[in-house]
């Protein structure tokens, strides 16, 4: 039976800074717009967060059941160490995806209606993630799905329940946002791509191969980095601040374009996690105190 810390470990703390990432971005450009919601803002937050740990046991589950974590190189998986049932983890993905709608409700009652159809299509996305007949995560369009529903989406989102206006600067800081949370997802699939070649599941780093996907790492790095000058042109110049958030940037990147594979890339997702959340502090910061 799993203990409470096989729980923990399923829901993937390494990946839950791109949940609180957004909602702490979207809320800096609120704040400078001088629109700021709190209650909404932390509504947003536990929305962002059970979402993360929904989609996290929704891919233990589906992989776990397709044989696909059988031989796994990084974290433990609760359905495919058999350290809990497929079924309990199944009914914890649905438990987080549930609370995740009820607080998107109270969102939408309070905002606009419509908001209903964008929370409902996140949870179906973060459920076909790897689940159903033909999960798009095993073609090649996990990295697109994390940018629009983890940076669109929830950047975007999170300043508009609060504002109840369109903000560019949202859409830049999601563009940032976006960007860091795909790189997240890269470093997990550039580590699995040999398992994932003999388990048939075509992520993105399978496609474009080892080399290609280190230097797509480096890519989405310098689009944040872009993205941070595009806030701060749109904002304060102060929020150029956000560009600090390379230097925590430096060791991951280390380590991708240095040839790191198997459990060397393990440390990265953690790194490139904290990287995003530095990202978010940084840009939002000055927007709070300039708001």
Known sequence: MATSADWIAGARPRTLPAAVSPVIAGTGVAAYADSVVWWKALLALVVALALQVGVNYANDYSDGVRGTDAERVGPMRLVGSGRASARAVKLAAFAAFGVAAVCGLVLAATTAWWLVAVGLVSIIAAWFYTGGKRPYGYLALGEVMVF?????????????????????????????????????????????????????????????????????????????????????VSTTWWALAGLLFLGRMVAPLRTVLGGGEGLGLVPVLQQTGVGELAWAVLVAAPLVLRG
Do not use: H
Not at 179 to 201: E, H, Q
Not at 202 to 226: C, D, K, N
């Open 148 to 232: 629009v529903f983890f940076g669109l989406v929830a950047v975007i989102g999170t300043t508009y329940v609060q504002t109840e206006t369109w903000e560019w600067p949202a859409l830049y800081a999601a563009v940032g946002i976006g960007s860091l949370a795909c790189a997240i997802l890269v470093v997990n699939n550039l580590r699995d791509v040999p398992t994932d070649m003999i388990a048939g599941k075509r992520t993105l780093a399978v496609v474009l191969g080892v080399e290609r996907t280190r230097y797509l790492y480096l890519l989405l790095v310098i689009a944040a980095a872009a993205a941070v000058v595009a806030v701060a």
